[in-house]
Nanobody
């Protein structure tokens, strides 16, 4: 059993900051790519940022220069530092991890249940 649990969401004013965390736990040998997606009301889920186990990061154009993704491989945890938040960043943010359960298995994708980020004055 593998679980990804997000934390750190909440209400913040425009221009403010939040830091999201997501910890993977359970039957884990290693975690390959990890990332953050978001889904706003009435819209499809979209990639915000992802990061490889080696630390290479990729960002959506809409968050470049404002958000920073990082990870702690020893803790199987990924973070998303969000600065200069805008109302259009309001969404449920989901954590994703490509989990390898043993030396001979392939990576399988798992999702967290999501954490709500609301940017409003």
């Amino acid at each position: 059993q593998v679980q990804l649990v997000e934390s750190g969401g909440g209400l913040v004013q425009p221009g403010g900051s939040l830091r999201l965390s997501c910890a993977a736990s359970g039957n884990i040998f290693s975690v390959n790519a990890m990332g953050w997606y978001r889904q706003a009301p009435g819209k499809e889920r979209e990639l915000v940022a992802d990061i490889t186990s080696g630390g290479s990061a990729n960002y959506a154009d809409s968050v470049k220069g404002r958000f920073t993704i990082s990870r702690d491989n020893a803790k199987n945890t990924v973070y998303l530092q969000m600065n200069s938040l805008k109302p259009e960043d309001t969404a449920v943010y989901y954590c994703y991890g490509a989990v390898v359960k043993n030396r001979v298995s392939i990576a399988v994708g798992y999702w967290g249940k999501g954490t709500l980020v609301t940017v409003s004055s």
